[in-house]
């Protein structure tokens, strides 16, 4: 399963169906994956220096996971953020473990970046070995028993190494409440349908297993101490750049494709003007789309 450094369900979903059907083009995946990758670029830094913060100047990391890995943007941020590590990236999706390779060499971390292909969780049996930091963002939720993966993240760790796991957080936001067009409230429809097709995409997983997210506490029955949790901001204001735009028109065309029948025909028709690349309405062009999003990060170590 791939991360998503992304706090709205959308992406995910479509990775994680991609996985079971096979029927995803992984290129344009990647593309979109990438570039909300690059956009989180600056809370992915900033994620990875508290990392090593929390670690401790003392504390020497010499390997680190990052399952659920994708194309590797964060797997590059932690190989530069831990220089005397080497650095796996850790995904189901062969496809965009070439683009990590890819992306390392082009950063000069080649050397120090390595991939293996597993889907979670049959390769935490001890295929992946230890390590002294194992990074995951929004991939854990992909698998049926949430507390056993974690309990076998826990179980990779080296003694007093740290498990950093990127769950919750908030949902996305980008539109005024009123874009002016449709009746206003979209941006909370299109939560609660995302919300709907989560328990359903959970609830339709191998060995689904109903447990409170309590995160914090999941990570202590996993065997954790010192647990804590951060979270960090995305705050791109309006107008928005090329690139953001090109994310949220990708984002709320996965969400037409995959919310439609949760959408009344209104909503519908408002999203398929969202997505008009000519309308002045359209996502694309309209001078009020901004990028703000809320993304949690939970910590715990195993104790010598």
């Known amino acids: 399963m791939s991360a998503h450094n992304d706090s709205g369900h959308a992406q995910d979903h479509a990775h994680a169906h991609g996985h079971q059907h096979g029927d995803l083009d992984w290129e344009v995946m990647a593309a979109h994956l990438v570039n909300s990758g690059e956009l989180q670029l600056p809370v992915l830094r900033r994620t990875a220096g508290r990392l090593s913060e929390l670690l401790g100047p003392e504390r020497e990391v010499r390997r680190v996971l990052d399952i659920g890995s994708g194309p590797g943007v964060m797997t590059c941020v932690l190989a530069e953020t831990f220089p005397a590590a080497e650095t796996v990236a850790v995904d189901g999706a062969a496809a965009l473990l070439t683009h990590t390779r890819d992306r390392a060499e082009r950063l000069g971390v080649g050397e120090r970046v390595a991939v293996r292909h597993a889907e979670l969780p049959d390769g935490l049996d001890g295929a992946l070995g230890t390590a002294d930091l194992i990074w995951s963002s929004k991939a854990v939720h992909h698998i049926g ?25 908030l949902p996305t936001r980008f539109l005024p409440r009123d874009i002016g067009t449709g009746r206003p409230g979209l941006q909370a ?32 029955r996993a065997g954790l101490t010192g647990v804590a949790s951060f979270t960090l901001l995305l705050d791109l204001p309006a107008p928005l750049g090329e690139a953001a735009r090109t994310f949220l028109h990708a984002q709320l065309t996965r969400l037409r494709e995959m919310m439609s029948e949760s959408l009344d025909e209104a909503d519908v028709k408002t999203l398929d003007l969202l997505l008009d690349a000519d309308a002045p309405e359209g996502i694309l062009r309209r001078t009020d789309a901004f990028l703000l999003s809320a993304t949690t990060v939970h910590t715990g170590v195993r104790p010598v």
């Open 189 to 220: 429809r299109l939560d609660a349908a995302q919300e709907y097709w989560f328990e359903i995409m959970r609830s339709e997983l191998p060995g689904s297993t109903a447990v409170v997210e309590d995160w914090p506490a999941m990570f202590r």
């Open 145 to 169: 028993d949430q507390q056993g993966v974690l309990g076998a993240l826990a179980g990779a760790l080296n003694p007093g190494g740290m498990l950093a796991v990127a769950e919750g957080g």
